[in-house]
């Protein structure tokens, strides 16, 4: 079971609407509270949105808990705080046939060696350095027995990137490299590209303001940037936001 704080998230929830109902003769604005569905997956935010749970919305804030954090101390900064998600796939298809007589067949596990290989000069060769930017395969499948060569290999993993640019870059040099390869090993290719999450960035004025704001109530950090995913920030490319990590003071990792 994966919940990284998820109850967490709930019940805190439930508990500032608590604290909102009782201030409510205070408040000048009408505020609205989403109990997303489906983060994990990367599908919830699009569809709180296209249900209308950002109509007439001007702002939006977020949290989520961080476990390297110590409870009582919560970071928000300025700029990138997520990395933008792209997940892949490819389905490399050859000739199979006995180990004994690779010359008889065509080999996609040669090509798929050279080719995880070769997508790791993306980061390295293609992509602004001073971006943090970063490539992983992840899952490799490929032949069933020690002395005959497969009829296909398949492979699959993420790119996260910090900028619009690097993104589209990545992406390019991504097919690039593999049909070019996938021609130099005689094999085909079929490549799915499933895109995330774009760059979760924070507003600056609401940075500032939430940041004011938490240094009467708990220890200000900035904690660095992430190249995990974050769904929020489909409602940041909709609405100025702010997104926050708030120490929950954990042994483990968040994932």
Known sequence: MHACGHDFH??????AAERIKEKAGQLTVKVRLIFQPAEETHVGAEQVIASGGLADVDVIVGYHNHPNLPVGQISVANGGRNAAVDQFAVKLTGVGGHAAKPHENI?????????????QSIVSRSLDPYRQ????VTHVKGGQTWNVIPDST????TIRTFGDHDRERAKEKFYQIINGQAAT???????????G??????????????AENIQHHANLVNFPPSAGGEDFAFYASKVPSVFAEIGSGGNSGLH
């Open 10 to 15: 709930l019940t805190s929830l439930l508990g």
């Open 107 to 119: 080999d996609p596990i040669l090509a798929l060696a050279s080719i995880v290989t070769a997508l």
């Open 133 to 136: 930017s970063v490539l992983s």
């Open 154 to 157: 398949w492979f699959e993993g």
């Open 185 to 195: 090993y005689g094999v085909s290719a079929d490549i799915e590209w499933v895109p």
């Open 197 to 210: 999450p774009p760059v979760l960035a924070n507003d600056p004025i609401l940075t500032d303001i939430l």
